[in-house]
């Protein structure tokens, strides 16, 4: 066994037992509460993982997409929503060091992989989502500052993170529209109004509408120290971001295949255990299938991205794929459990809430399928 392999058993044993001892047992309380597991943070920090994907010269335990990915799937077999405090953290932490000037890196990844300074990217505005050419935050230059009006919506770690990687409009008369965007690191303070907590299906951590008036930044934070480079080095960082919401889908589709599973071998009607009867055997057949599936994918595109190799096409794949058999295992395991799938005793119905974001973020599974065909015709020709 190479000291890799090794090493990524020894991380993925400290993520198993640590899912069991401390994320297992609040997972229903906090969630039907709605409540912000702050209590899971500091074990986050602690653990590291605010610095998973984060090189080690910067502090960070510089971890591969694959490890990264299962550590992700390992959370999420159990409890979704938890990832979602270091998943869109790392993307921010992604950017700047894949775009960041040299002082950016410096001051920002220490403390992006100890979770001092924490938080997501800002990309979604009220009425610019898949179109994100057409969003309308405005920076203007003020000195050597910046200051950014408009507001974001729907933005992870908003209220409990103290930073956001902020895409803006730098330009809105250039064309095409991406050239005249720009990204911002912006450290929260005077201008910057977390808006109201935004009631949600499923996926009940942190998400919120933040409104920037006046809110003044360094030109210092401008990612990259150029404007117009924005949109690309977002779109860069969604390759990540799409491995880490399919692995989130493959852990999901496997939790729920377990719990539907242990149900089935539990439940007796007509004599015999539920798993003894053919039509919930197809099932769970079926949902295993999906559930490898999707593991196979998640894998595919993180090696690819581990060899530093092109792989858009692989990681929305992996995505679409593996959000989709989360939503469809967790309905699958619904009719598993009958009745009791109906009451939030039995922990199933919140994969079934959770899961449908998965289709969602990081680009929904229709653009998903457009960057894949549009993929597959670049490739061909
Ligand atoms: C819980 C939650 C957390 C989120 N966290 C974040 C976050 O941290 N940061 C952030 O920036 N955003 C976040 N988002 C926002 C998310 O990324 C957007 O909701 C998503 O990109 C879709 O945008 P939209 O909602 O505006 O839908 P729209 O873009 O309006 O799309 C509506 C529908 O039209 C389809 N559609 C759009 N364009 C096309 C097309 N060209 N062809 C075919 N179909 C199309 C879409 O697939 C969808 O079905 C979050 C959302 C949720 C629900």
Known sequence: MSHDESLELQILATIDKWVEQELRPIAKEHDQADEYPSDLVEQMKSLGLFGATISETYGGLGLSAST?????????????????????HLIMANCVERAGTDAQKEYFLPKFATGELRGGIGLTEPDAGSDLQSLRLAAKKDGNDYLLNGTKTWISNGIHGNCLAVLTKTDPTVSPAHRGMSLFICEKGEGFTVGKKLKKLGYRASTVRDIFEDFRVSADNLVGGEEGRGFQQVAGGLELGRINIAARGAGMAKGATTMALNYAMERKTFGKTIAEHQAIQLKLAEMSTRAAAAELLVHQAASKFDRQERCDLEAGQAKFFASEAAVQNSLDAMRVFGGYSYSPDYEIERFYRDAPLLCIGEGTNEIQRMIIAKQMVARAG
Do not use: D
């Not at 550590?71 to 990832?83: G, L, N, Q, Y």
């Open 68 to 88: 990264y990915a299962k550590i992700v799937s390992r959370i999420c077999e159990v409890w979704m929503a938890p990832s979602g405090i270091f998943n869109s």
